[in-house]
T-cell receptor
Framework: DTEVTQTPKHLVMGMTNKKSLKCEQH?????MYWYKQKAKKPPELMFV???????INESVPSRFSPECPNSSLLNLHLHALQPEDSALYLC?????????????FGPGTRLTVL | GQQVMQIPQYQHVQEGEDFTTYCNSS?????IQWYKQRPGGHPVFLIQ?????EVKKQKRLTFQFGEAKKNSSLHITATQTTDVGTYFC??????????FGGGTRVLVKP
């Protein structure tokens, strides 16, 4: 099973709302990632978790707050977002964080901020 | 930061024809990966190249890593409508940060 699942598929929220994106994998992977993808652009790395610890934060604004409750789950908490934060948010996982480890992407959550 | 440039940005291909997309870096790469993203979909890993001059084939897709490890190419023969999508190259230097090129968006004319 090489599946990464993400919920919800679509999310519309106002700038004052608080919402969370969820990601799950059952491949025994110990590295999980959040990417942001704007339309017609490549994915951009936001966060990396390795063994449930945050290892990379690509200078992401604090209105995005990641959380890794256990080795299978990854959350992204959203608060006070801006319309320019509207994008496809992709979760990925890999066995470890070695350069040769393939990253498997989930289907993404399409976020619209009004 | 270090960039990976992809050309062309768009590729309109007649069904049955061949095409090539290129990925270039100003610095030597430890490896290069290729992903495909269908319209409305998510990136799907295709292949990783590590060795200088490496060539790998997947059915109608041929991937090549340059001798100097600064460029890579993806060649698709006899294009089919199922090849529609955006093809990204991505570098992954030591560590776990995946940096994507801008992508080549492929449209197939039947």
């Amino acid at each position: 099973d090489t599946e990464v699942t993400q919920t919800p598929k679509h999310l519309v929220m106002g700038m004052t709302n608080k919402k969370s994106l969820k990601c799950e994998q059952h491949m025994g992977h110990r590295a999980m990632y959040w990417y942001k993808q704007k339309a017609k652009k490549p994915p951009e790395l936001m966060f990396v978790y390795s063994y449930e610890k945050l290892s990379i934060n690509e200078s992401v604004p604090s209105r995005f707050s990641p959380e890794c409750p256990n080795s299978s789950l990854l959350n992204l908490h959203l608060h006070a977002l801006q319309p320019e934060d509207s994008a496809l948010y992709l979760c990925a996982s890999s066995q470890r964080t070695r350069p040769g480890d393939t990253q498997y992407f989930g289907p993404g959550t399409r976020l619209t901020v009004l | 930061g270090q960039q990976v440039m992809q050309i062309p940005q768009y590729q309109h291909v007649q069904e049955g024809e061949d095409f090539t997309t290129y990925c270039n870096s100003s610095t030597t790469l430890s490896n290069i990966q290729w992903y495909k993203q269908r319209p409305g979909g998510h990136p799907v890993f295709l292949i990783q190249l590590v060795k200088s001059g490496e060539v790998k084939k997947q059915k109608r897709l041929t991937f090549q890593f340059g001798e100097a490890k600064k460029n890579s190419s993806l060649h698709i023969t006899a294009t089919q409508t199922t090849d529609v999508g955006t093809y990204f190259c991505a570098k992954k230097p030591a560590g776990n940060k995946l940096t994507f090129g801008g992508g080549t968006r492929v449209l197939v004319k039947p």
